[in-house]
T-cell receptor
Framework: NAGVTQTPKFRVLKTGQSMTLLCAQDMNHEYMYWYRQDPGMGLRLIHYSVGEGTTAKGEVPDGYNVSRLKKQNFLLGLESAAPSQTSVYFCASSLLVFTDTQYFGPGTRLTVL | AQKVTQAQTEISVVEKEDVTLDCVYE???????LFWYKQPPSGELVFLIR??????QNEISGRYSWNFQKSTSSFNFTITASQVVDSAVYFC????????????FGTGTRLTIIP
């Protein structure tokens, strides 16, 4: 049982490049989330999904897209990376309702030059 | 609107000392959930505890204890007999029951245990 995994762990992009971050969970959780962590700001929700085939915007969705084609996977895409998207990205999942405990992946450190 | 305040940005204590991390929250909802997460230097976020707004009992888990007081909107975290492995950033987070899918995080407290 690996819990929540994220790939890649590190990535450096040039401005304007695109990339996809992959989150996978093996706990059969319905809910999945993408957060970003910036210094002095805690974590902020980018997008989330309440089940396979569904996605919704969070607090800071601009510049990102997501897809949840399979229950266990949640992809975060950057179509045209900007330096402001330099951050650490965390994926999380929870079993059922919003109030359930969220379990986090190890994070992806992204630098946009 | 909801908010979590962790006023202590950084704390340093000598090993074996007790230390308390403060968390003050704001919400208009009567049903809500409070969490503590630990982020060690390796970077992952480790879940420590979840408490709902109807359960004001304090909790103890080994050297960790949590003091939930609705009267002061606080959910403080105490580490007894601190150890070097406790060095980490600790986040308090809030989630409400209705119409709010996200965890609202505080800005974290960096705890350093000096050997």
């Amino acid at each position: 049982n690996a819990g929540v995994t994220q790939t890649p762990k590190f990535r450096v992009l040039k401005t304007g490049q695109s990339m996809t971050l992959l989150c996978a969970q093996d706990m059969n959780h319905e809910y999945m989330y993408w957060y970003r962590q910036d210094p002095g700001m805690g974590l902020r929700l980018i997008h989330y999904s309440v089940g396979e085939g569904t996605t919704a915007k969070g607090e800071v969705p601009d510049g990102y897209n997501v897809s949840r084609l399979k229950k266990q996977n949640f992809l975060l895409g950057l179509e045209s990376a900007a330096p402001s998207q330099t951050s650490v990205y965390f994926c999380a999942s929870s079993l059922l309702v919003f109030t359930d405990t969220q379990y986090f992946g190890p994070g992806t450190r992204l630098t946009v030059l | 609107a909801q908010k979590v305040t962790q006023a202590q940005t950084e704390i340093s204590v000598v090993e074996k000392e007790d230390v308390t991390l403060d968390c003050v929250y704001e919400t208009r909802d009567t049903t809500y959930y409070l969490f503590w997460y630990k982020q060690p230097p390796s970077g992952e976020l480790v879940f420590l505890i979840r408490r709902n707004s109807f359960d004001e009992q304090n909790e103890i888990s080994g050297r960790y204890s949590w003091n939930f007081q609705k009267s002061t909107s606080s959910f403080n975290f105490t580490i007894t007999a601190s150890q070097v492995v406790d060095s980490a950033v600790y986040f308090c987070a809030l989630r409400t029951n209705f119409g709010n899918e996200k965890l609202t995080f505080g800005t974290g407290t960096r705890l350093t245990i000096i050997p």
